[in-house]
């Protein structure tokens, strides 16, 4: 997707081919993305040099206005159908929602950390641009239908974020309560996900089934967030998701990465249903009331941080 500019015809076939995952399965593996599997790996070991620093030399560097670490425990995500909350999460990250010389990076900790991710996500920018050309297209709409809504990609005024996120090793038997990531959808409009090899991640698909996400060498999983549901008045139901504690013992003491990019549209986009397109005029818009992206994500973020 990245080697070349590809045609309109090209995207279209993308477009299609994203169209039947997300209305029928929920979520789609990308390969031949164009994205290197040597920087993919490279940002992963920068990333785990930082997690493996003491606390207190991370916490130098702790999440304010949307960049930065987030310590274990600092989030609760607690969307699970059956009404349980997760005691603890047992699981730490560092956000970036911006990648101006001002943007916090662990530039003392981790000199390599803040060029690897400019690069990684400068390129993950450039692929979601496709991506959303190619949903653009099949939807029968203008081709950069999407792109202008969501122009400001960690630049300003957007909630677009890539996340580094480390699990660490699990020893000995856990209380009730605890997961790696509990049951949620994601805010924005689609998501990236860059996984290592140790399984955990659990998808349930339009069937209401979950499914485990086995990481595939090569490729990038890409599931559906809240406003591409709201975009498609539910055609594509944004996708269910957790990272489950593997009950295999040498599973479960390995530390387990992932680095994931949410794609969000600028804050002061207008979401409901596309009353345009034609592929949502039979479907019940009510479910559906129109808000701004900046108002859902601050809700939801409202009902996750736990600070």
Known sequence: LLSTEPSDEDLKFVGEELH??????GFVYLSNHGISSDL??????????????????????????????VAQGREIFDQAEDGS??????????????????????????????PE????AELTIELANRLLNALSLQMGMEKDYFTERHRRILIDENASAMRALFYPPIHGNLQPGHIRCGEHSDYGTFTLLYQDK?????????AGEWLDAVPIKGTILVNIGDLLEMWTAGLYP??????????????KTAARQSIVFFVHPDDEVMVKPMDECSHFKDRDYSK????????????????????
């Open 238 to 251: 944004a996708t269910l998701h957790r990272v489950i504690i593997p009950e295999e013992e040498t599973k």
């Open 40 to 69: 993919i790996e490279s940002a992963m070991g920068t990333a785990r040099k930082f997690f493996l620093q003491p606390d207190e030399v991370k916490d130098k560097i702790s999440r304010v206005d949307q960049q930065g670490w």
């Open 85 to 114: 909350v997760a005691v603890m999460e047992i699981r730490e990250a560092f956000d970036i929602n911006k990648l101006n010389p001002e943007a916090r990076f662990p530039d003392n900790q981790v000199p390599e950390f803040r």
């Open 117 to 120: 991710f400019k690069n990684l």
């Open 288 to 307: 559906f009331p129109e808000i701004s992206a900046l108002d859902h994500v601050t809700k939801r973020f409202q009902q996750t941080y736990k600070y």
């Open 20 to 25: 039947h995952a997300f209305s029928k399965i």
């Open 198 to 206: 140790y399984p955990g991640l659990q998808v349930k698909n339009a």
